[in-house]
């Protein structure tokens, strides 16, 4: 048989193609008719061709990078809408807070009312008698020059010994109702009649030895009205006129008595003053400011210095007045 004879000679049923060997080698050439039969299905088979043989591996990380970067998109979409309300709620909440004022206006933003306590001295705290913190804010450690006014100072520190300062400021008014507000004139001139209408009266106040020695101080010191010219420049001679500065931090610091305070305490019992011992004596100079012993961290120690300054301001003044009279009165003795 021929080879000719042999290509011609009919396929296999059920076999739609057939083997031909052609120029452009060994091809398998699908007839027309199985063509049209199978040109809806074409695409289909290689699509299922190429995933049968792609490796598996292959294809559950395409459909992985697949699934995940459906998800990214999705999740940004989302992000975005959310970002996009977001902004728009931000820019209703301005329109909200913006306030259209007229050109030329001015307008005063209001500021918060920041209420700090004040530092004061250990001692005085938010549960003490305002009397007390009023006489530490107002009075205590402030320099005192008026002797009707030192003298009554003198008198409640003596007071102290029986007394404690909020007792004595609660009786102030009593004090100053018995005692003819504290003029040392008048006191000095209370009899023996007078005396025991003090004890009935002022019994709750100051003992009996406490009342006759207020009574005896005042009289000595008008005697050293007239040798010192004031009480105040017999009181303000110890320090040279000028306050002493402790600087104390601590409240264990401030002492009881001090040299100073025994130095005047002798000298005040030998021209004759009673129940004037140091303790009473450095309680005197504390509130009458000739020691200013607030507690460095207190508002009221840089206060009461300021208060010296204000007080050698007139004096300086007087001074600077006196010098050209005193001048013109030279000028006018050599003329």
């Known amino acids: ?17 057939r083997r031909i060997f052609g120029l452009a080698g060994n091809r398998v050439r699908v007839s027309e008719e199985s063509k049209q039969k199978k040109e809806g299905l074409k695409k289909p088979q290689k699509v299922s061709r190429l995933v049968s043989e792609t490796p598996q591996s292959v294809v559950q990380n395409n459909v992985s990078v697949d699934s995940s970067s459906s998800s990214d998109s999705s999740s940004g979409c989302c992000s975005s809408v959310k970002v996009a309300s977001s902004r728009r ?112 009266n002022g019994s709750t106040l100051l003992s009996e030895p406490k009342l006759r020695a207020v009574v005896e101080n005042a009289t000595q010191m008008l005697k050293v009205q007239q040798q010192f010219g004031s009480f105040s420049s017999y009181c303000w001679s110890f320090v040279n006129k000028k306050p002493i500065r402790n600087g104390f931090r601590y409240a264990r610091q401030v002492p009881a008595k001090t040299p100073k305070a025994e130095l005047i305490s002798k000298d005040l019992m030998q021209r004759g003053f009673r129940c004037v011992g140091p303790t009473v004596v450095y309680s005197f100079m504390q509130a009458a400011g000739i020691a200013n012993d607030h507690l460095v961290t207190c508002f009221r120690y840089q206060e009461c210095n300021g208060n010296v300054k204000k007080d050698l301001k007139p004096k300086i003044q007087e001074a600077a007045d006196v010098a050209p009279i005193a001048v013109e009165n030279t000028l006018v003795s050599r003329a």
Request: net charge neutral; charged share 30%.
């Open 1 to 17: 048989m021929s080879v000719a004879t042999e290509l011609r000679a009919p396929a296999k049923q059920g076999s739609d193609t």
């Open 89 to 200: 709620k931000v820019r209703r909440n301005e329109l909200k807070c913006v306030k259209v004022v007229p050109d030329g206006v001015e307008v005063a933003m209001p500021s918060p009312n920041i209420s700090v306590p004040l530092k004061r001295c250990d001692w005085i705290t938010p549960y003490s008698d305002p009397l007390y913190t009023s006489f530490h804010d107002e009075e205590w450690g402030v320099p005192v020059h008026d002797d009707r006014k030192l003298f009554e100072l003198l008198v409640l520190s003596q007071a102290l010994a029986e007394l404690t300062w909020p007792s004595i400021l609660n009786k102030r008014d009593i004090f100053r109702k018995l005692f003819d507000d504290f003029d040392p004139s008048s006191i000095a001139k209370f009899d023996e009649k007078k005396l025991l209408s003090l004890r009935a």
